[in-house]
Nanobody
């Protein structure tokens, strides 16, 4: 069965850090573009990071740029999202996603064909 399992979500205070992990099973991450999306209650899903399949290029939208860092370890079949200086507005369910492609990075959700079940991140004092 092709799936992702995310972990690492927690309740943290503003300014603290969290590291999310996403383990793929049933397929190899090699050749897949990866991304993290999030969805807060009452809001639309938004992409927060993506990483290419071939050269490690990454992209972050303005709300998280400089605070979030995405990485991948294809030998471990795992993607990571390091989140620093967390803010209450970062509170959301975080999902990892993938699609097969090369020389491309995008946060267009419709491109992604494999999704995880999500992990809850809550930032509150």
């Amino acid at each position: 069965q092709v799936q992702f399992v995310e972990s690492g979500g927690d309740l943290v205070q503003p300014g603290r850090s969290l590291r999310l992990s996403c383990v793929a099973s049933g397929f190899s991450l090699h050749g897949y573009v990866l991304a993290w999306f999030r969805q807060a209650p009452g809001k639309e899903r938004e992409g927060v990071s993506c990483i290419s399949s071939n050269d490690g290029s990454t992209y972050y939208p303005a709300p998280v740029r400089g605070r979030f860092t995405m990485s991948r370890d294809d030998t471990a079949n795992t993607a990571y999202l390091e989140m620093n200086s967390l803010k209450p507005e970062d509170t959301a369910v975080y999902y990892c996603a993938a699609f097969r492609g090369s020389h491309i990075i995008t946060l267009q959700a419709g491109m992604y064909t494999i999704w995880g079940q999500g992990t809850q991140v809550t930032v509150s004092s």
